[in-house]
């Protein structure tokens, strides 16, 4: 098989696929390889020496979420001891925000890709500022993780199985429709998933715990986009593992790393070292508190969402910094580095061309043009949290280096 003919085959797949929430259920009964003292994180592989602050506070969240440890010397004890388990979150059909921490005990959207039969994990959306995917653990973050695990998920839970699940990227095309990029902008498609989900949460819930729901998805604003990272990881691993395709089915940061797997190249991961953000900052914080990038929210952009689609999203450049312009020449740009458009998700003010999709690790290194992400930047110091927002570029290092491998590989 030629490689044109390999990435039409991965970007076939990716497009046929289907992101179905389907359900809420604990890590431990449904993520695959999960222990008792599993701690999944996003990006590729770190190991707890070189984890960056506000990894190592949202590790310290959790293990006192799981009662492992009670204050972060204990936590760091338990590290150096060997007595966590640390893996990618993406080794396990999971997926998360900033440091992206899951653990056994935490509740997590199962988003069914239905054509693929692939099943995808993320933990519920806890709202911005101070909360723990940034490294925060205060008692504010610790009470407001307990609601959310063990009172909102039931109710949550019970809608969507009164619903019947709810059909993400049909709510994804929407919304593209209506000014969001679905990464650092998601007011339509919050407002759409809310919209789907309120007269089920009403037939099965009380007023009480109801309204509360409601009002927290409402005022979060992003509650919506960890079931779309789970739901676009399931929609790109379909494309993974076809031969001779070099397309990225990931992009994925640690706060130490950025990393890159390539469809031809399995689970392999391309690394370099994690760029700073050019971003805007909440009062009182600068550059000289921020943490190099990180997360897995880059997924969005991988699958044509975020930066890719940002010209429909003027109004996110008052976010994370820029302007229309600059929206309008980055999705642009972006389709220097992709093999192909997406079907379904159109951008209205380019005449509904479809998203750039496919980034191709031979155009990147042929241009010289690597994928823009638009994020939200996290404090270097744990127990801090959200300090601002902005836009960092995948290292180059990274596609030079897959490039490489794939040259070596199709040599042999």
């Known amino acids: 098989m030629s490689i044109n003919e390999a990435n039409k085959k991965c970007l076939e797949k990716i497009q046929e696929s289907t992101a179905i929430w389907s359900d809420i259920r604990p890590a431990k009964d449904v993520v695959p390889g999960m222990s008792e003292r599993t701690v999944l994180h996003a990006g590729p592989p770190v190991a707890w020496n070189q984890m960056c602050g506000p990894m190592r506070g949202s590790i310290i969240g959790a293990c006192i979420f799981e009662g492992w440890a009670s204050n972060p010397e204990e936590v760091a ?18 997926i998360g925000p900033m440091s992206g921490i899951i653990t056994p005990s935490m509740e997590v959207n199962v988003v069914t890709n239905t054509v693929h039969g692939i099943e995808t994990y993320a933990t519920l959306y806890m709202g911005i500022g101070k909360v723990l ?8 973050v610790m009470a407001k993780l307990r609601w959310m695990n063990y009172e909102l998920a039931p109710l949550l839970r019970n809608a969507l199985h009164h619903a019947g699940g709810i059909d993400l990227k049909n709510i994804v095309t929407q919304a593209l429709q209506m000014g969001d990029e679905l990464h650092n902008r998601n007011k339509a498609s919050n407002a759409l998933l809310l919209t789907a989900l309120v007269q089920h949460l009403i037939s099965v819930g009380e007023q009480s715990e ?3 729901a409601i009002d927290f998805i409402d005022k979060a604003g992003h509650f919506i986009l960890n079931t779309v990272m789970a739901g676009s990881k399931g929609m790109l691993d379909a494309g993974a593992h076809i031969k001779d395709s070099t397309i990225v089915t990931a992009i994925a940061r640690n706060g130490y790393e950025t990393g890159i797997r390539v469809s031809g190249l399995g689970d392999k991961w391309f690394t370099a070292p994690a760029p700073m953000i050019d971003g805007v900052y909440f009062p009182g914080f600068g550059p000289e508190d921020a943490n190099p990038d990180m997360g897995d929210s880059a997924i969005a952009e991988t699958i044509g969402l975020g930066s890719f689609s940002m010209v429909g999203a003027p109004a996110v450049v008052e976010y994370i910094g ?7 020449e980055t999705t642009l740009k972006m389709y220097e580095i992709t093999a192909g458009e997406h079907e379904t998700y159109k951008l209205p003010p380019i005449n509904f061309r479809g998203a750039p999709l496919g980034v191709d690790i031979r155009k990147v290194v042929e241009t010289g043009i690597t994928p823009i992400i638009n994020t939200g930047i996290a404090c270097r110091r744990p127990g801090i949290g959200q300090i601002g927002a902005g836009l960092t570029a995948t290292p180059m290092a990274c596609f030079t280096a897959a490039l490489e491998a794939f040259a070596c590989r199709k040599e042999k």
């Open 322 to 328: 820029g302007t229309a312009q600059f929206a309008l």
């Open 133 to 140: 995917r940034h490294g925060a653990f205060d008692d504010e």
């Open 210 to 212: 109801v309204l509360k």
């Open 77 to 94: 004890q338990l590290a150096e001891n060997g007595e966590l388990e640390f893996d990618s979150s993406h080794h396990h059909h999971a």
